[in-house]
């Protein structure tokens, strides 16, 4: 009992922190946990053994993994990236086994070893490859949304990969029979759970959700998890399978947002106790010995795997360049990589120096992949010169087509709402031109007569093509503040008096983006408010003029309180001295300003503001007139620039004036 905790101490405390660490370096956290597995399992230190119990406790790991993958598939999202999902994807999976199987039977290993190699190295890293494109702006692009449907079909590959090791590992003379059978059992079973599953459970997290207990509403989730994965199991399939079925059948439900993130925080610590016990399984000592091996086989992974992708995206009809940035974001190794080497491990179809050479490939390519995949513009801009010839023709077009315009707006994203802002300037004969990084919807809104073109905002020379010299504003209409940013930093450099009018989700980051160059920030859920109330206040009875007077008082006063901000030591840089800033004076008896009415102060001549009052035993702040007498316990709430703030403390001391 006293071992078992001080090993679960030692985890916990070595998980902090090393992912601690991991997120400092920006490297993601699955790697800090194979090094926690590697030092302190038995190929290293040996202070942990790879015990059975472990084993076990961190295969739950894989289940919540399969259970929230399943909650982001759904039937009409498949069909509607069928082409990538089937096309490419099925393509680079098929193909992948396919060569695997070649190349380890020409290298004298059995076919099931072979196949369990290919299996893993064919997926890539969803962890990986979702945090950079969101970092970098780049899901809408051509080659992020073809590097998202490729990762979808390949968790979705998993689950028959899964089947087929776990039929392999029966060790029966006959397993086309074996896998036959298990392939009728899959079907009646996954045809009852679809059938009758999704109205079975609508009913049931329907009844849960009406008692109004979280408690209990995270028990149900784990509760009918955990079935789906014992029915499953019973039938002779695996836990993942259950698990990946549960998710699919919650994402129809409208529970499908709170169960994902109740069940994150489990989820995510039992896939860390899974990815600690593969880094116990990998011995050092076998990539030092074999290093020279180790890094040629790294090399030649990468360069297949990323040349495969990058012919089959060619092949489907996109230019070479994309196929290269897609091969080169999916060219790692991935979660499931390990989840099918475990499973393989468990059922004896791959040991010894064959899985320690996976192991070491796998993990050193997901360490590399960040650093790569950051480059990968530039890597298809080198290899690929007709990539960089039809960056610069797009540029031209935005150009040819921005080229009569004068006094325009230019739109920075024409999602949903940038559409309804273009049909508004439209009804009142206002020039625009949009910018939007989904082909599809260009496609689609400019065959419909929309003036919207494919181009990123984010690049200074599709700006400028899009005529941002001769514009007469800009609104950026993202609903990320990343990419917001990168075009307010465009903007910026050239341009700083255009207007640029910014749409954000709330209020929080409005002091961030008016110090970045924003002249107006519409913060979405804040005017969705107001709107609420001016119909609720209309609906009551409330006159319409009194009902606008009102509306627009709020909103000025409302947007007034966003000005200034309280400085700390972390803001201590010369871009925000200029700044408006707030600052509390509690007033003291010895203060020359005690005991004198504010209307005598001359707040004025320091260019500083009195925003509120607030007095000793009063809940509420105090809105400062000029009769008010300052005394002992007072606090002054101020605003002004830092030059001007310690001039007026000063002064409210003192007396003295600089």
């Not at 005991?595 to 509420?620: C, S, T, W, Y």
Request: aromatic content about 8%; glycine content about 8%; hydrophobic content about 50%.
């Amino acid at each position: 009992m006293f071992d078992s905790l001080i090993h679960l101490l030692l985890l916990l405390t070595s998980s902090v922190f090393a992912v601690g660490l991991f997120r400092i370096l920006g490297m993601p956290a699955i790697l800090a946990y194979f090094m926690i597995g590697i030092v302190l399992g038995p190929h290293a230190l040996g202070l942990i053994q790879d015990e059975e119990t472990g084993r076990q406790v961190a295969e739950f790991g894989i289940v919540f993994l399969m259970f929230s993958i399943g909650l982001e598939f759904s039937l009409p999202k498949l069909y509607a990236m069928r082409k990538t999902l089937f096309g490419l994807g099925g393509g680079q999976v098929i193909l992948t086994l396919l060569v695997s199987l070649v190349l380890g039977k020409m290298a004298g290993l059995s076919l099931t070893t072979a196949f369990i190699i290919g299996a893993a190295l064919t997926m890539s890293s969803t962890a990986i490859v979702s945090k950079i494109l969101m970092e970098r702006v780049d899901l809408n692009s051509r080659h992020g949304r073809l590097s998202i449907g490729v990762l979808l079909f390949q968790d979705l590959a998993v689950i028959p990969i899964l089947v087929l090791i776990q039929t392999l590992g029966a060790h029966s003379n006959n397993w086309l029979d074996v896998l036959g059978l298990t392939l009728l059992k899959s079907s009646v079973l996954l045809f009852l759970l679809f059938k009758f599953g999704k109205n079975i459970l609508n009913f049931w997290f329907e009844l849960v959700a009406k008692q109004r207990s979280r408690e209990l509403f995270v028990l149900n989730v784990l509760m009918v998890t955990l079935l789906m994965s014992a029915a499953t199991n019973f039938a002779g399939l695996s836990y993942a399978l259950g698990a990946f079925v549960a998710g699919m059948l919650i994402s129809e439900t409208k529970y499908r947002y709170q169960v994902e993130s109740d069940i994150a925080p489990f989820r995510d610590i039992l896939l860390g106790l899974f990815f600690i016990s593969v880094g116990m399984l990998l011995d050092v000592r076998v990539i030092l010995d074999n290093a020279m091996l180790v890094v040629l086989l790294l090399a030649l992974y990468l360069l297949f795997k990323m040349g495969l992708i990058a012919a089959l995206t060619k092949f489907y009809g996109f230019e070479m360049g994309v196929g290269v940035r897609t091969g080169i974001i999916l060219g790692q190794a991935g979660e499931f990589t390990f989840v099918v080497l475990a499973l393989g491990l468990q059922t004896r179809l791959i040991d010894g120096d064959a899985l320690q050479l996976v192991l070491s490939v796998a993990v050193l390519s997901m360490l590399v992949a960040p650093f790569i995949i950051q480059y990968n513009g530039r890597i298809a801009r080198y290899l690929v010169k007709s990539y960089t010839r039809n960056s610069i023709k797009g540029v031209d077009t935005i150009q040819e087509h921005s080229q009569e315009l004068k006094d325009h707006v230019i739109i920075c994203g024409y999602g949903r709402s940038g559409q309804y802002l273009g049909r508004f300037l439209r009804e009142e004969n206002i020039p625009y031109v949009a910018l939007d990084m989904d082909a599809s919807r260009v496609q689609e809104a400019a065959s419909a007569g929309e003036n919207v073109i494919y181009g990123d905002a984010s690049r200074r020379s599709v700006m400028e093509a899009a005529g941002l010299a001769r514009a007469k504003a800009v609104i950026i209409s993202y609903a990320e503040t990343r990419g917001t940013m990168k075009v307010l930093d465009v903007i910026k450099e050239r341009h700083p008096n255009l207007p640029v009018i910014v749409r954000t989700h709330d209020d929080s980051e409005m002091d961030e983006l008016r110090a970045a160059g924003a002249h107006e920030v519409v913060p979405e859920i804040l005017e969705g408010s107001l709107m609420l109330a001016s119909h609720a206040l209309v609906t009551l009875g409330v006159p319409l003029n009194r009902v606008v007077k009102r509306i627009r008082l709020f909103r000025e006063e409302r947007y007034k309180m966003f000005k200034g901000y309280f400085r700390g030591v972390s803001d201590a840089d010369a871009s925000t001295a200029s700044l408006p800033q707030l600052h509390s004076v509690e007033m003291y008896k010895n203060f020359y300003a005690h005991g004198l009415r504010l209307d005598h102060i001359p707040f004025e001549d320091f260019a500083v503001e009195v925003k509120q009052l607030r007095r000793p035993n009063m809940p509420e702040p105090i809105v400062p007139r000029g009769d008010i007498v300052l005394v002992e316990g007072d606090v002054l709430v101020l605003l002004g620039s830092n030059a001007a703030l310690i001039a007026m403390e000063v002064y409210l001391i003192s007396g003295r004036k600089p």
